[in-house]
């Protein structure tokens, strides 16, 4: 029980990741590599700040900013520049790489016996089970401010970004500011899940990054399928089920692990898995048709 | 109410593929003035309206509108004074968002999108108002998709959306291009009553020359990037339609 809990709060830390994959992939059809380097950046300035001992909100504070600025960065390089989004973000993460080194001193930071946003509050001494209304707490406010932000005017206007630039445009709208605005949200997000991860599994480190855009990717996918399925279009309910998404697909990696899978082979696995989802409503799909 | 003068665009310049699609351009429309702009394909009629819109910048000569020199501003700068609705219905509204949310965006073209849900029951009622006049029915489906309605019905609201902020000058290009006769003739007969209501200063083009006879104060020919004829007022009303035929034959 205590590993499926364990999975279930690796999935709540990765929600920030879904959520800034699902602004950027979704509503700006911006494929956002530099993921990868902020959500890094977000974990090794937490694991930095914690063990010089500053409060953990401050962590969480610079996380955030950074997380924006890395984004912002890469907007500007694909808009001003003209440069393919993919290439912008592939460049920027790969900056980032020496950069949390830099920030970090050293490539791993453990953090043992730190103050951190899991002890803020205690609700119960298990510390998992507190973590977990901890977790429910932030993850409930991530949702509720972007799914505010999503439907005020200047939401509607990120959404319309990516759905019809030409439209956009014609009404007054710069979209160039406006998708350099949205890949500094979402960046600022998957560095939020960086402050918790890092915190939640103890230590920081240079390599915790790699790939990590995929489990964003995947857990969209997920709650994409949940979202056709169930027919919503109420940006609370997508949203949820794009979070919902990020703890299934941690929940099935740890459902593959206990199966007996080499812990070797995870990667591999998780690239299998994000595969299928990807697949599996054209494969069905194809069926239909035929 | 718009100013063109001396106003060129060319494509690749310098290269083996240079295109000069308007070339020492010279027009004025006066307000409410409606405009109608026929030609053959490749005679910079689009070049022309792009950079009336401001999605082209001209290479040379300046573009002046309501007596402001505006010939560096960009598209999303200009929509302060100016109206759009496309070639392609897909274009001119986003076809994930719902009627409502398209119609908010139509009513903050003049002014900042900022933090606050104006998507009101108060604002409903108006966006029901203003969409019933069409008679189509959509009134009482404004939570869906736009994506899931027709060209024709998107072309139409389209329309509409463009008086729900203060508007000066509508750019109609080829709007019934891509529709059916009947929805075409009730998009055309929908931007004509706006115009008059609305007082507005338009510009359409259009290659259905039926159209182009019957609609505007005012005609013009275009080709290889210059205006060939330009009629206004009497004179447009005293041409027939097989004058405007034997230009193209």
């Known amino acids: 029980m205590e590993f499926y809990l364990t999975a279930l709060l690796q999935g709540l830390c990765f929600a920030g990741i879904a959520v800034g994959i699902y602004i950027s992939m979704k509503i700006f059809n911006i494929p956002d590599i530099t993921t990868d380097g902020s959500y890094t950046l977000g974990g090794m300035l937490t694991g930095t700040l914690l063990t010089h001992a500053f409060p953990w909100y401050l962590g969480g504070a610079a996380a955030i900013l950074a997380g924006a600025i890395a984004g912002a960065i890469t907007g500007v390089i694909h808009t001003k520049l003209k440069i393919h989004a993919l290439l912008a973000g592939i460049l920027v993460s790969t900056a980032l790489y020496s950069i949390n080194i830099i920030v970090a001193g050293r490539s791993n930071l453990p953090l043992i016996n730190l103050s951190s946003v899991f002890s803020m509050v205690t609700f119960t001494n298990d510390f998992n089970l507190n973590s977990l209304f901890i977790l429910l707490l932030l993850v409930g406010a991530v949702i509720a401010i972007t799914g505010y932000l999503l439907k005020t005017d200047f939401g509607i206007a990120m959404r319309a970004t990516g759905n019809s630039e030409t439209m956009i445009r014609a009404l007054g709208v710069n979209t160039d500011r406006m998708k350099i605005i949205g890949l500094a949200i979402a960046n600022s997000l998957t560095a939020l899940s960086g402050f918790l991860m890092t915190q939640q599994q103890g230590y920081a480190d240079i390599s915790m990054g790699i790939g990590i855009v995929i489990i964003g990717l995947g857990s969209v996918i997920i709650g994409d399928t949940l979202i056709n399925r169930f027919n919503v279009t109420s940006v609370w309910k997508t949203l949820i089920l794009v979070v919902a998404g990020a703890v299934v697909f941690q929940l099935l990696l740890a459902v593959t692990l206990s199966l007996g899978v080499n812990a070797n082979l995870l990667k591999l696995v998780t690239a299998v898995l994000v595969l299928l989802f990807v697949s599996l409503p054209r494969l069905t799909l194809s069926r239909q048709n035929d | ?249």
Not at chain 2, 39 to 60: E, F, Q, R, Y
Not at chain 2, 194 to 220: E, Q
Request: glycine share 6%; hydrophobic share 40%.
């Open chain 2, 1 to 249: 109410m718009i100013k063109l003068s001396n106003i060129s665009k060319t494509f690749n310049a310098g290269k083996p593929n240079e295109v000069k699609a308007v070339q020492n351009l010279n027009l004025e429309i006066a307000p409410q003035d409606y405009l109608v702009i026929v030609g053959a394909n490749g005679s910079g009629k689009s070049t022309l309206l792009n950079l009336v819109a401001g999605s082209l910048l001209p290479s040379a000569g300046t573009i002046d509108i309501d007596g402001q020199l505006v010939t560096s501003f960009k598209d999303f700068e200009r929509s302060k004074w100016i109206a759009r609705v496309f070639q392609n219905p897909l274009s001119g509204t986003a076809p994930d968002l719902s009627i409502l949310d398209n119609f908010r965006l139509a009513a903050l073209r003049t002014k900042n999108k900022v933090l606050r849900i104006g998507t009101t029951n108060q604002f409903k009622a108006d966006v029901k108002d203003k969409v019933a006049l069409l008679g189509m029915g959509l009134e009482n489906k404004l939570d869906q998709d736009m994506g899931t309605l027709s060209g024709g019905q998107r072309q139409a609201l389209t329309l509409i959306m463009s008086v729900m902020d203060e508007c000066k000058i509508l750019l109609l290009d080829e709007p019934t291009a891509a529709l059916d006769p009947r929805s075409a003739d009730l998009v055309m007969k929908t931007a004509d009553r706006l115009i008059k209501d609305f007082k507005l200063t338009a510009i359409l083009i259009t290659h259905n020359l039926k159209d182009a006879h019957f609609y505007g104060n005012r005609l013009v020919l275009m080709g290889e990037g210059q205006i060939f004829k330009d009629f206004s007022c009497e004179s447009k009303l005293s041409l027939t339609q097989n004058d405007l035929f034997s230009w193209f034959s």
